[in-house]
Structures are given as structure tokens and as C-alpha cells.
């Protein structure tokens, strides 16, 4: 006997547990994306492809109106040569160096910023008048004559004139100055670019504006304009400098004159006419007995260099000995001994002659080594002794010397510093007098260190825009973002779309992909099989209208019904389930009419069928099957009515209905009621299949307790707008009641992006009116 505490957990009877699909294990845990191979890719971009054409139109458009609508700007570059120092034709230095920095980078850099310089700048734009130049003021944006002006020319006079409206009455008397200011800036921003080559002494002036005379005759202008300010610049730097030493000049000479007055004056005083000739003999035996005396102190430092050595019995450090051919030939007959000693005392005893023989040659030659060696120390001993008498008396010279001359020194001193400064005073009046005569020279001189390598000649075409590369780069771009904004749509929908979503994120077969009615002209309810086919099967004489169904369209709704059908049946092993449940995660999802639609197609197979109306809040199944909301459900559970009164026959053969009835007060009480149990229990008997239409899932619990009592649960899920979130909310509400879920049915499938299966050419051959199959 079935226990009484908790009436919608009874379970169903009549199914072996064999037979009956395994209980959802996998949406609560399935929430990881599947792997994405090539033809995911490719659905996505198909699936989109419309975005895909807008986005690309809009892009290539966009580009290409605005590159016609854009100034064409011509280019044109004059190249100069610049050399760190000005050609010298005459051996002397300019008054200013032109080599700012070690540094030939910041040389170049400086000549760049000098280009680019304001005042550079005001004098090219004074030179060329471009201050009355219309192009270059901006008061007409494109020569005349250019093919694209004719097109973009209204464009282009209408915003002007908006623009002028809108600046009129505000325009001041111009001061020139800021004017000129103005203009320089516009020409440094727009028009002018200094270009360096790389690993030269090479730059380039480019200018660009919409003429392209106007190009080349602006860096020409340029070109010259620089060249002449760098030979203004040194020439003004030459005329000050010699303007600066005519001044010191003057003072220069009266220093000299004073000083020879003053030397003269202190060699009449001191009866001094000359100690040149003198003063140069005591000096020079002063120095070569200083010479000397070094001399020999090196030459005893040596010597008692080698001396220490010889205390310490470092013979063999001692230079003599080390140079010294007969003890270098001695060390070497002593080496080959002891050599062929130490080969034969490893072979023969001590008493073994020619070892003897060998030993003796080995004493021998070593005494003698130590002979030779002993008389080399001998020698470096006393010449180190008369090194150092040798020093002591010399040192005794220079200092009777050194006195001898500082006597004389006493008397010259004086002298010697009037005398230099005399010397001092002249040399620096000659030079200042020689460098005055060269800065007068130089002042007339016209050499520049800039020359113009190439000339700045008129384009034969703009520079910019790159009309083709702009195409080429607005196709790419409006391509790939395309593609882009397409897979950025895919992975921000969330909504269940196709059957292999439903199978890889929540491990649920598809039992079928119901497409959506508006392909058979039906845009409102009811959208009954019955229904279209009799709207699609009527005799007319009038020409067929496109909101009537063709064959063509009906045969895929009915094909798609039949394969629910085929899935219901096959989905178990021993004997298909009897009674389902048709429900869904939230309301307008289709469940309704899917139940009704699959109870018609059952129906037409002669079988009995029954559709029973749970939804006890909100029943519309009387509306789909034209019925009236009479008795029905609520007044069978609570009794007011039998099983047989509430049982009503519709307009299909072999299709029964149970309506609503009127709406309870608590109708999850009476679903989940042992009425309800008992009523399913008859119904089995009578019909051989029933489809209960129950609430959505998620805002009501009366389908969790009813899905206890039937043999399965077909979730309808309408295609693109129920979310996945939605849809496992739902599984994990059936999993929770332990029902048995048979699949899922995509509802509303749009089959006109061909990624749903369907081969519409299939259709296109006339079919004969729809009968029982």
C-alpha cells in the first residue's frame, strides 16, 4: 500500500525501473563549456552571418566616405647636406664652432630644431606671402581642377558655411603678430616635417599641403631660408667678435708698453745688460752634474738591488748570472746529468760503473757552476763599492754647484719675471692684432655648411589618403570586427539555441526541434496541426496569399512533430511511457501547444489520447482545442464532477481533452493530491497515452509534484530566448523530486540559418493532403 505522508511523492506504477531512462545526474554538474573545434567556429559565423554583412557594410562605408571626404595632401621633400664646420677657404677658425657636442647625434638634432624653429618659420611665411595664400589659411581646402572636388565640394561648403554662422560676430580686429603666430604654428603642426636619414648628414625638409605647388615651392622656400638665417647668424657673430677685440686691442698695447718700461728700468738699475750667456754655463754644469749624480744613484740602486740578493743566496735571481752563456750552458750539461743519474739509478744499483761514472760528472759539473757563479757575485760585491764613492763625490759636486748657481739666480730672478711678462704681454697683442685681421676677413666671407642636395619638385599624386590602402585596410577591419562582434554576441547569448547545447552542457537527449509556425503563415494562437492543415488543404480560387501555409512549410512542422513523436516512443526500452508531463522552466515558452500538438499526431496514429489540462492557475488548453472553460480538473479533484463528465472529445478524431475548470484557491494542494494519483490511475486504463499540460517549473511548485506521478517529463524550451540558467534550474528541480526526465524539445527553432538539420529542398515537391500515417 502506498504511504499517506507526502501524496506528490507517489511514485508511478506500471513502468518496469529497467525500462525507465536513468534520473538526471548531469545540468547541476554540466556547466563547463565543451571543446570548440572548426565547425563550431563556422556555425557561429553562419548563424551571425547577418551582423556579420551589416558590421562589414557599415565599416567599408564609413571608410570610404570618409577618405573621399578627406583633403587630399600632396608631399614634396628638398634634401640637405650639412656638414659640421664650414668649408674653410682660408686657415683660420670661425668666431663661433658649429660642432656643438662630441656628439654627432646632437649635432643634427640641433639643426633639426633650428628647422622647425618660429622664427624660421615667420620668415618663410613673410617671404611667400602665405598669409594672403587662401589654401594655406584654410579658406579653401582643395585646389581647383581635382577630380574628387566636384564631389566633395558641397559637402564641404556646407560645413563651412555652418562653421561661418556660427563664428560670425566674433571675429576681432587681427593683431599681425599674433597673427603671424598663428600662422607659424599652423605651419609647424600641419605643413612642416623634418625628416633625419639615418647614418648620414642628410635631412629632409617635407612639407604637405592640399597643393602641390605649393608643397614644393614651400620647401624650397624652406631650404634657403635656413641657409641664409645660419649665414646671417655667423656673420653677426663675426662682426661682434671683431667689435670685442678692437676694444681689448687698445688695452693690450699700453700693458705691453709698461711692462717693457719696467724691465728696463731694473736692468739700468742692477747694471744687468744680458745673463743669458752666463746664466747658461752654470745652469748646464748644474744639470749635467745632476745628470750624473742620477746616474750613478741608479746605477748603485741596481747594484744593491743585486747585492740583497746575493745576502739572501738567491744566485740563480741575480741578472749577471741569469745572462751569463757559461752557466746557462753549465745549468743545462748539469740538467742532462742529473737526467741520465736519475734513468740509471731507477734501472742499477750504486755499484753499477757507468752509474759512478755519471755521478761524477754531475759533482764535477756542479762545482764548476758554483765557481762561476761565486766569481759573478765576487764581481756585482765591488762593483756596488765603487757605485756607491762614485755617488758620494758627485753628490758633493752638485751641491757646490747648486750654490753657485742660486748666487746667480739670486740676481736674476727679478729680471727673468719683468723679462716674461714683457714676453707674456707681446705674445697676447700679436695674437688679439692676428685675430682681428681674420674676423674682418671672415666677416666678408659667404660660405655656408648647408647645401641643397636635391630640389623639392611638384607630386604627381597625394600622398594621403591612401585610397586603396584605406579600402583594403576598412575591408579587413570591418571583417575581422565582424567576426569578432559575431563571437562576442555567441559568447554573451546564454540562451539554449541548438539540440548540441542541450546535450553538451546539461547531458539531456533532444527529443525533437519543433520549428517555429510563422514559416506556415501562423502568427497567433492556436497553432494546432489541425488548424494549419486546414487552412493549407482549402479549396480557393483566388491566388494563394503568402500568410496561407504551403505544403511545403506544413510537411516540415508535421515532420518535425513526427520525429517528437518517434522519440517519445523509442526513449524506452521495454514499452514507450504512457502518461508525460509537458512543462517548462518559465511561462510563453510553447509547452501548451507542443503537448496538444504531439497528442494530435499520436492521435492520428488511432490511437486514444487524452491532453489533461494541470494547470490549474492559468488553463488555456480549452482555448487551443476550441472548447468552452466549463467543468473540468478542479471540479474533478474536488469532487463536484466525475471522470466521465469532465472527459470532453475535440475536433480530432481519437483526441480527448480534460480541461482546467475553474481556478482553486490553492492548486498545488490538489495536483499533488491521492485524488490526483487516482485519477491518473483510471486514465491509464481508458486511454493509451495522456499529455498533461502542467505550470512553468520555476514560478510554481505544481509541476514538481505532479512530475512524481507520471511515467516522464518533456521540458519544452523555447529556442534563443530561454537561458541556460533557466533550463538547469529546472533539471535541478526535477532531480530534487527524483523524476524522470525523457528530453527536451527545442520550441520556436528558427530553420532558416540551417543549423537546426533541416534540408528544406527536401520540401519543395507538392505533398497530398496529411492523413493518418
Sequence with gaps: MMRELSPYLIRRTGVSPSAQPPLLNGPLAGEDRPEIGFWDLWRVIRTRRRLIVVFFLAVVLTVAVGTLLMTPIYTSEATLLIQEQVPQVIDFRQAVSESFSSEKHDFYATQAEILKSPSLVAQVIQGQHLESNRIFTGQEKTPSGQPWSILTA?????FSTVKGVFSSGKKE???????????????????????????????????????PNLSAQLANAHARAFIGQGLQFRARSNVEAQRFLEDNLVQLKKRLEQSEEALNNYGRAKGIISLNDKENVVVERLADLNKRLTEAEADRITLQAQVQLIRRRAFDSLPDVLKNPLIEKLKEQLSRLEGDYANLSAEYNLGYPRLAQVKAQVDETRRRLNGEIQSVVAGIESGFLAAEAKEKELRRKFAEQRDATLQLKDASVEYAILAREVDTNRQLYNSVFQRKKEMGVAAEL?????????????????????????????????AMGGVALAFLFEYLDNTVSRPKEVEDYFHLPTLGTVPDFSIAGKTGAPNLLDTIEENALAPSAEPRDASIPSYRSLSVIWEAYRSLQTSILLCQAEEPPKI?????????????????????????????VLVLDADLRRPSCHSHLFHERATGMTELLTGQRTLEEVIKPTLTDNLFVITGGAVPPDPAKLVGSRKMYDVLTRLREQFDHIFIDSPPLIPVTDTVRLSTMVDGVVLVVKAQETTRDVL????????????TVLGVVLNRVDIKNGDYGYDQRYYYTPMSPLKAS
Excluded at 636619414?197 to 597643393?211: A, E, H
Excluded at 538547469?728 to 523524476?739: M, N, P, T, V
Design 154 to 158: 558641397p559637402v564641404k561648403a556646407f
Design 173 to 211: 580686429a587681427s593683431d599681425p603678430a599674433a597673427t603671424l603666430k598663428s600662422l607659424s604654428d599652423t605651419y609647424i603642426r600641419n605643413y612642416l616635417e623634418i625628416k633625419p636619414v639615418d647614418n648620414t648628414r642628410l635631412l629632409k625638409i617635407v612639407i604637405n599641403s592640399p597643393d
Design 446 to 478: 659667404r660660405t655656408s655648411n648647408v647645401d641643397i642636395v636635391d630640389e623639392a619638385k611638384p607630386p604627381l599624386g597625394p600622398s594621403r589618403p591612401k585610397t586603396t590602402l584605406n579600402l583594403l585596410l576598412g575591408v579587413l577591419l570591418g
Design 580 to 608: 508525460i508531463l509537458f512543462t517548462s522552466g518559465n511561462a510563453e515558452e510553447g509547452k501548451t501547444v507542443t503537448a496538444i500538438n504531439t497528442a494530435i499526431v499520436f492521435a492520428k496514429m488511432d490511437a486514444k
Design 728 to 739: 538547469k534550474e529546472s533539471c535541478s528541480r526535477l532531480q530534487h523530486a527524483q523524476a
